[in-house]
């Protein structure tokens, strides 16, 4: 084989001269954290609320809820992404458009990024909690009523702390997903893990230590993640559901 191995070239200064290419590396690192951990957040608040309107009574609520799911499933989270970057600033009102346009580009790329990911995973995080709902005895939702509960408060109270013990699984694999999507967010040029791992390609011609790198990091997370869920379904583990003793 002629390639060229070459591992000093992380230690070596980048060619912009303010970094190394592993601070380029950390920096990418962070930056997939930081969207992550953010679009997260964003999508677990939104798509615990829209996953329950799809099992109110209340069919506008309901309807509302399902048009929103399949939007944001059905529509690819590249084109989303464009949408959220190119398209959203030209409709806003010209003041806060022009203000939004002007603004740091590191900033827009995040903001963009943030809230794709967020609503497009919010979509099948609503699924999941849905799910999580629906597979309850219906006997758990009548007693809270039967015990003078308000909806709201039997939701709150008995239905929810149950339901979501029953989708760690799938929510875990929901977080994992997160983390890998925000590749696709270098298509605007947001520097995160992946496009580091390109840009430091183009500036060293060492593609094979600088993938290595990434899916190592990228690898790296996930374990993490695996690990930290795995600890916290045991946690909250209720005897006679998943697998509890």
Not at 109 to 128: D, H, K, N, Y
Not at 132 to 149: D, E, M, R, T, V
Not at 180 to 194: D, F, H, P, R, Y
Request: glycine share 8%; aromatic share 12%.
């Amino acid at each position: 084989m002629s390639y060229q191995w070459n591992w000093g070239i992380f230690l070596q200064p980048s060619a912009t001269g303010d970094d190394t290419y592993l601070g380029w590396m950390i920096a990418g690192f962070k930056m997939t954290i930081g969207l992550s951990l953010s679009a997260w957040a964003l999508a677990l608040l939104l798509g615990a609320l829209v996953g329950v309107l799809r099992t109110v009574p209340n069919k506008v609520l309901a309807g509302l809820a399902t048009a929103y799911v399949e939007l944001f499933r059905n529509v690819p989270l590249l084109v989303q992404l464009f949408i959220w970057y190119f398209v959203l600033p030209e409709l806003l009102p010209p003041s806060i458009g022009d203000a939004y346009k002007q603004s740091n580009p590191i900033l827009q790329q995040f903001l963009a990024s943030m809230v794709c990911l967020g609503l497009f995973t919010s979509a099948r995080v609503a699924e999941q909690v849905r799910a999580g709902i629906n597979s309850l005895p219906k006997g758990q939702k009548n007693a809270g009523l039967a015990l003078g509960f308000t909806l709201p408060q039997t939701y709150r109270h008995v239905m929810l702390p149950m339901a979501f013990r029953l989708i760690v699984p799938p929510l875990t694999s929901e977080f994992l997903n997160i983390f890998k999507n925000s590749a696709v967010c270098s298509t605007i040029g947001l520097l995160e893990l992946a496009a580091q791992g390109r840009q430091l390609v183009d500036y060293t011609a060492q593609p094979y230590e600088s993938f290595i790198a990434v899916t190592i990091a990228y690898i790296s997370i996930n374990v993490v993640v695996m690990f930290l869920m795995k600890k916290f379904e045991d946690k909250v583990r209720v005897p006679g559901y998943m697998g509890g003793k």
